[in-house]
Nanobody, 126 residues
Framework: QVQLVESGGGSVQAGGSLRLSCAAS????????MGWFRQAPGKEREGVAT???????SYADSVKGRFTISRDNAKNTLYLQMHSLKPEDTAMYYC????????????????????WGQGTQVTVSS
């Protein structure tokens, strides 16, 4: 069982920046694919960015060039650096982990992730 705890959310004005963190409770963290997902009120949860065990990343078109996903395997921590935030980025942001029993490679859909955090709220005002 993997526990994920997000932090770093908050309220910011449009154009501002935030950095989200996600601490994972597993000694095999480096083998996991990790991702950030978000859900706005009345909308379905959507993918924001993912990173696999060798550091390959993928981004939603809506955040490319503004958000950066990274991981620190020594600290079992996932990050999402967000710049140039827009009101449409307002959502609950969730960290997720995908364990395959071995090393995880590539990008995966939301439904493949088997561990989820409780979420951290990001609110961007215009």
């Amino acid at each position: 069982q993997v526990q994920l705890v997000e932090s770093g959310g908050g309220s910011v004005q449009a154009g501002g920046s935030l950095r989200l963190s996600c601490a994972a409770s597993t000694y095999t963290y480096s083998r996991y694919c990790m991702g950030w997902f978000r859900q706005a009120p009345g909308k379905e949860r959507e993918g924001v960015a993912t990173i696999d065990s060798v550091g390959s990343t993928s981004y939603a078109d809506s955040v490319k060039g503004r958000f950066t996903i990274s991981r620190d395997n020594a600290k079992n921590t996932l990050y999402l650096q967000m710049h140039s935030l827009k009101p449409e980025d307002t959502a609950m942001y969730y960290c997720a982990a995908l364990g395959t029993g071995s090393w995880c490679y590539g990008s995966h859909t939301l439904h493949e992730y088997n561990y989820w955090g409780q979420g951290t709220q990001v609110t961007v005002s215009s």
